[in-house]
Structure formats: structure tokens, C-alpha cells
């Protein structure tokens, strides 16, 4: 239960951070892309300084903030943003019990690869958790390029 309040406020102060403060002011000198890039590398900056990353990790971090960057933009701001990312690490670590950055966690329904080696462990993150996995990466990028997908069948 502390750690399910932990990450919500982790969230809401992230995304805060993030989302409210940051990018605006970013985006008034950067532009769209140029926000983009140095948000990224300043979130990853931060998750660098909180945990050791793979560059699977890495790469995911950085597609997830873009996500949360997206969702702030196309929902109206950082609480949109922050409950994506408050459900995502609920579902994910406190439902179904799945590693974090390679910590095991309590969960309602575990879940939990079967070995830590080969394909499987590749795609799910075995031990270290799903952010460290070929799926979740798939999926961020699936999810930053549906709306182009949506406005491209509207056009037809």
C-alpha cells in the first residue's frame, strides 16, 4: 500500500516537473523537437542518477517519456500525463507483481518469466521488470505512432 502511494506521488511530482514547468519553458526557445529531445535527455538523466540502466532500459525510458510528453500535449496537461504513468507502474508492479528495475515486488496476481535467460526474458524483461523489455518498447513506440495511423484514415 506505501509503495502504490509512493508511486502516485512519484508520478504527480515527475510529471509536474516534466510536463508543467519544463516543457513550456522548452518549447518557447527548442520548439516541438528540439522540447522533445532535451526532455528526454533530461528524464533519462534522472532515472540514470536513480538506477543502473541497461540500454534496453534506457531506450525505454526515453520512449515512455515521450509517450507522457504526447499524452500532456493531446489530454490537456501533466495530471493527464501522471495518471497514465501512476496506472501503468500500479497495473504493472502492484497488480501483477512484476520486477522493478530488478527488485521483486509484491503483487496480487504474480506474475513472473519462467526462466532469465533467452528469447522470453529478452522480450519481458525477465528479473528486471518489463521496463527492461523488448515488449514494452514495441508497444511505446505502437502508442506514439497510432495517431498518425488515425489522422492518415480520416484523410481517406
Given amino acids: ?30 520548439g516541438w523537437v528540439g522540447t522533445a529531445a532535451a526532455s528526454s535527455a533530461l528524464y533519462l ?11 534496453l532500459e534506457a531506450t525505454n525510458l526515453i520512449l515512455l517519456n515521450l509517450v507522457l510528453s504526447m499524452v500532456a500535449r493531446t489530454s490537456g496537461g501533466y ?3 501522471a495518471s497514465f504513468l501512476a496506472t501503468f507502474m500500479a497495473l504493472v508492479h502492484v497488480f ?17 518469466a519462467a526462466s532469465d535467460e533467452g528469447l522470453g526474458s529478452l522480450l519481458s524483461g525477465g528479473a528486471a521488470g518489463p521496463e527492461s523489455g523488448l515488449v514494452l518498447a514495441v508497444l511505446l513506440v505502437i502508442y506514439l505512432y497510432l495517431p498518425q495511423i488515425r489522422s492518415k ?3 481517406v
Fill in 45 to 55: 538523466l534522472v532515472k540514470v542518477l536513480q538506477f543502473d540502466l541497461s540500454p
Fill in 96 to 112: 501483477f507483481g512484476l520486477p522493478f528495475m530488478g527488485q521483486d515486488m509484491p503483487g496480487l496476481f504474480l506474475l513472473r
Fill in 1 to 30: 500500500l506505501l509503495f502504490t502511494a509512493f508511486l502516485m506521488l512519484m508520478a504527480v511530482v515527475e510529471e509536474y516537473v516534466f510536463r508543467r514547468v519544463l516543457e513550456p519553458e522548452l518549447e518557447g526557445r527548442l
Fill in 79 to 81: 495530471m493527464a500525463s
Fill in 153 to 155: 484514415k480520416l484523410e
